[in-house]
């Protein structure tokens, strides 16, 4: 399925770049990981090793700070580490299952990285690890992308009930819902959010807000989980039940063949990426300061994630 997307995917027309730092963000941030217990066992560390999380943040962030690449490399792997466990290893199979997870991830952020407020007293690894991501977002003084960073993984952290739910029912849902509620199960904006955060320009608030860049915001989002979908699905069509994935949820509602629902999801990307051109070329032409370093972090993670996906272990 790999050859697939390779070959039915338009290449973003973004240029490919790399932060110098890629190698020393893995290594440290593998210290990170083994230093919160986050991976568990052996096992768990080349899983995640595997994943190739810096190379990922290195590629979407290749002018960032070495602070800045560090915390998005960090988080990254923090993502991998929840998805992992919820689509992998049992725990996002019932909401039942992983709702105490959940509710202790939320009294984590509702500290927002408030250092005088005690370590969660649960102790586990996830919950001790997000409270020092979030203390060292909000060290980065910018109070807005540090409320909005704790306002998207919150709903990253309930979208993954809605995931629980689906496959305690083995429901496959509808291709919109599907896409509206990808945009929070992917981790795409927290991300996005510490990408901002490592660079030193940002839109004003009257600028973040206007629809021309939240629908290019949104339109980003999707190019990266559905650029995911395509890459991931070799890995995720056996596993039952079935996964949330754009093709699974294209077949389901429109009952297509494999093949069929693989093109339509392909021509979707491929469709969605020469509107965001467009759309990103028309923002540039007037953009200030602010407006570019926005734009430079989307085209930087469409990018990222195309060249990441095409080698990523993750997926095998």
Same mark, same amino acid.
């Given at each position: 399925m790999r050859e697939f997307a390779l070959s039915a995917l338009h290449e973003p027309?973004?240029?490919?770049?790399?932060?110098?730092? +890629?190698d020393l963000a893995a290594v440290q941030s593998d210290a990170w990981v083994r230093a919160f217990g986050l991976a568990g066992d052996q096992a768990g560390h080349r899983r995640l090793?595997?994943?190739?999380?810096?190379?990922?943040?290195? /590629?979407?962030?290749?002018?960032? &700070?070495? &602070?800045?690449? /560090?915390? #998005?490399?960090?988080?990254?792997?923090w993502l991998?580490?929840? $998805? $992992?466990?919820?689509? $992998?290893?049992?725990l996002g199979a019932a909401p039942t299952l992983l709702a105490p997870t959940l509710a202790g991830l939320l009294a984590v952020l509702?500290?927002?990285? *408030?250092?005088?407020?005690? @370590?969660?007293? $649960?102790? /586990?690894? =996830?919950? =001790?690890?997000?409270?020092? #991501?979030?203390? %060292?977002?909000?060290?980065?003084? %910018?109070?807005?992308? #540090?409320?909005?960073? @704790? &306002?998207?993984?919150?709903?990253? #952290?309930?979208?993954l009930l809605w995931e629980a739910a689906n496959r305690e029912r083995r429901r496959v849902p509808g291709v919109a819902e599907y896409v509206q509620m990808r945009r929070h199960t992917g981790g795409v904006r927290p991300s996005f959010t510490v990408t901002d955060l490592a660079r030193p320009s940002a839109p004003r608030a009257e600028q973040r807000v206007a629809s021309a860049l939240t629908v290019l915001d949104a339109l980003a989002t999707d190019l990266v989980c559905w650029c995911n979908d395509l890459f991931s699905y070799g890995k995720e069509r056996g596993t039952v039940p079935e996964a949330h994935n754009l093709i699974t949820t294209i077949a389901g509602e429109t009952g297509q063949d494999e093949s069929a629902a693989l093109h339509a999801a392909a021509d979707?990307?491929?469709? +969605?990426?020469?509107?965001?051109?467009?759309?990103?070329?028309?923002? &540039? +032409?007037?953009? *200030?300061?602010?407006?570019?370093?926005?734009l430079d972090t989307r085209r930087d993670w469409i990018r990222a994630t195309y060249d990441w996906s095409r080698a990523a272990g993750r997926y095998a």
């Open positions: 027309p973004f240029p490919s770049r790399c932060h110098p730092a +890629a090793a595997g994943a190739r999380a810096a190379e990922l943040a290195a /590629r979407a962030c290749p002018e960032a &700070s070495p &602070s800045g690449l /560090r915390l #998005l490399t960090d988080l990254i792997n991998f580490v929840v $998805d $992992d466990a919820c689509d $992998d290893d049992g509702d500290r927002h990285g *408030d250092p005088e407020v005690p @370590v969660p007293p $649960d102790g /586990r690894p =996830v919950a =001790v690890a997000l409270h020092d #991501l979030i203390r %060292r977002a909000r060290d980065r003084n %910018r109070p807005a992308h #540090l409320l909005r960073l @704790v &306002s998207q993984l919150r709903e990253y #952290l309930l979208a979707r990307f491929n469709k +969605a990426l020469a509107t965001y051109a467009e759309r990103d070329a028309a923002l &540039s +032409a007037v953009a *200030d300061e602010g407006m570019r370093a926005f």
